[in-house]
């Protein structure tokens, strides 16, 4: 393969598109190897093919505001690849989101949602407004008039998307609602919806929840024992909550959360009602986290992340790009053992290459953070069933499949030395199951 040409040609075609770029020249370089094992893939074009959404929807949204003002969003879904089963991802609402970032989020997806061991393929959506300082009425009419869009292009069994940021539980049920009206059926063609009307259990938590698992068999590879670690999370929404309920309950002791205004280090440990109050925080709609500070008594580190702080485990619960190149040195400065992103490619590419270099356990977004669409592919299967689990039975089924991708990553990512490339790991075992049903289904 000439990565290096295949690169040089998306530039040409989409530049400035830095994040999806970013995104696909991790993929290329990790699979290069394995690709080269097999010229049947460059014979049927399998890379010039997967770099490609098959789709993007762009449209206006049209609302009007509190005070009668009308206000015009842009919206997105961007179909990535349905080789191996329905289109299936989140929908971000964010001032930053650009067909550039959900290109990255739907490419990273369709290799994840290989991964989960489901039947998904892979797709994001998403529109850039911002839920901060709207109020609930023009909430609801946004995701209305989002929906009055978006509808015609998803299904049970076409596409299906889901939360990501500034999309929770309120937002999936104005849109859910939306939806049903406009298509007429109720088949739970949206994921994360309310536990009243075809909700899974633990799928609140359970990006947040899989993050650990994996972390936890990251640790075990070493023979370290997560119990009385101490855990950088940045970030306060539903992930960071997931993550930092499930460290604590493992007896972990988490001691920064941050938002966009700083962090805060709480060095007695977020348990208990203050992770209650993370959710008290989100619900806000402020999106700011010193107010934590003046409740609990600790210090607030404006404009700062918490990669300064010296910690055994680093988890990025917030966005990409989170974590950079200094951030990474500090961290391994300081004796970081284990680096996990729960957030979407959360770590700078130079931040990636540095954990590596220094044989840091280093586990990338799109393996450790796939218990959240793992679940909502076991919210879909019970839909499908008419009827719902218990939460232990979600809850081992996530088990069980944080335990597979991480093996999965061994199988691909196992060094001479016995290090393990995470990166390499993830890329190629979700490549190879991508390709191969790409390869069985011929060009289309
Ligand atoms: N937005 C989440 C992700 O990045 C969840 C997607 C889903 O549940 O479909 O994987």
Not at 89 to 94: I, M, S, V
């Amino acid at each position: 393969m000439k990565t290096e040409n295949i690169l040089l040609a998306l530039e040409a075609k989409h530049p400035g598109e830095h994040e999806y770029l970013q995104a696909v020249k991790e993929v290329l370089h990790s699979i290069e190897d394995v690709y080269n094992q097999h010229p049947e893939f460059e014979k049927a074009g399998i890379i010039e093919r997967l770099v490609e959404p098959d789709r993007i929807f762009t449209f206006k949204i049209p609302w009007v505001d509190d005070k009668g003002n009308v206000q015009v969003n842009l919206g997105y879904r961007v179909q990535f690849n349905n080789a191996i089963g329905p289109y299936k991802g989140g929908l971000r609402f964010h001032a930053s989101v650009t067909p550039s970032s959900l290109k990255f989020l739907g490419f990273e997806q369709t290799f994840k949602n290989a991964l989960t061991t489901l039947p998904m393929g892979g797709g994001k959506g998403g529109s850039d407004f911002s839920i901060r300082g709207k109020s609930n009425a023009e909430v609801m009419r946004f995701c209305q008039a989002f929906m009055l869009e978006l509808w015609r292009h998803i299904g049970p069994d076409t596409d299906v998307p889901a939360g990501d940021i500034g999309v929770g539980a309120r937002e999936i049920g104005y849109l859910y609602g939306m939806y049903r009206k406009l298509a007429l059926e109720n088949t739970g063609t949206l994921t994360g919806k309310g536990l009243d009307y075809g909700g899974s259990l633990i799928r609140p938590e359970a990006t947040g929840f899989g993050g650990l698992y994996f972390v936890y068999q990251m640790l075990k590879t070493k023979g370290i024992d997560i119990k009385g670690k101490t855990v950088a999370i940045s970030g306060f929404g539903n992930v960071a909550w997931g993550a930092t309920l499930k460290a604590t309950e493992m007896g972990a002791k988490v001691v920064t959360i941050s938002g966009p205004d700083g962090y805060v280090y709480d060095p007695a440990g977020i348990s208990g009602e203050k992770i209650d109050y993370m959710l008290e925080l989100r619900n806000s709609g402020e999106d700011i986290v010193a107010p934590y500070a003046e409740k609990y008594g600790v210090e607030f580190f404006p404009g700062k992340r918490p990669w300064q702080q010296k910690v055994d485990i680093a988890l990025p619960c917030a966005i990409q790009n989170e974590l950079n190149e200094e951030d990474a040195k500090t961290l391994i400065d300081n004796g970081v053992t284990c680096v996990a992103e729960i957030s979407n490619m959360g770590c700078t590419a130079e931040a990636v290459d540095l954990f590596i270099e220094k044989k840091v356990l280093f586990g990338p977004g799109k393996a450790v953070n796939a218990g959240g669409v793992a679940t909502s592919g076991l919210e879909m299967t019970q839909n499908a069933m008419h009827l719902n689990w218990t939460e232990a039975e979600v809850d081992e089924k996530l088990h069980q499949i944080m335990k597979s991708i991480h093996e999965q990553c061994c199988i691909y990512g196992k060094q001479p030395d016995g290090y393990i490339n995470y990166v390499k790991g993830a890329n190629v075992a979700g490549f190879m199951k991508v390709a191969r049903a790409m390869m069985a289904q011929g060009v289309v």
